[in-house]
Nanobody, 121 residues
Framework: QVQLVESGGGLVPAGGSLRLSCTASGSIFSINSMTWSRQAPGKQRESVASISDGGEVNYADSVKGRFTISRDNAKNTVYLHMNGLVPEDTAVYYC???????????????WGQGVQVTVSS
């Protein structure tokens, strides 16, 4: 069984910073890409940033220059460093990872439960 657990959300004023963490645990053989997404009330979920197992990163245009994704493979953890937060960043943030579980022949996506980020104006 594989589980992803996010942490680090909260309430911050505009211009503030937060760091989100997401740790994968369980019967993991390998982790491929890891991604942060977010869903604001009344909006569709959108991908914010992703990082491959080789460290290649991609960002949504709305967060480029403000957010940084990184990962610690030894800890099976992905981070999202968020600076210059604006009220439009308010959302539930989710991490997902493409994971090959032990005794599985193919990898699949696993999702965390989500963490609330609220930016006050």
């Amino acid at each position: 069984q594989v589980q992803l657990v996010e942490s680090g959300g909260g309430l911050v004023p505009a211009g503030g910073s937060l760091r989100l963490s997401c740790t994968a645990s369980g019967s993991i053989f390998s982790i491929n890409s890891m991604t942060w997404s977010r869903q604001a009330p009344g909006k569709q979920r959108e991908s914010v940033a992703s990082i491959s197992d080789g460290g290649e990163v991609n960002y949504a245009d709305s967060v480029k220059g403000r957010f940084t994704i990184s990962r610690d493979n030894a800890k099976n953890t992905v981070y999202l460093h968020m600076n210059g937060l604006v009220p439009e960043d308010t959302a539930v943030y989710y991490c997902n990872a493409d994971i090959l579980a032990v005794r599985s022949s193919t990898s699949r996506d696993y999702w965390g439960q989500g963490v609330q980020v609220t930016v006050s104006s």
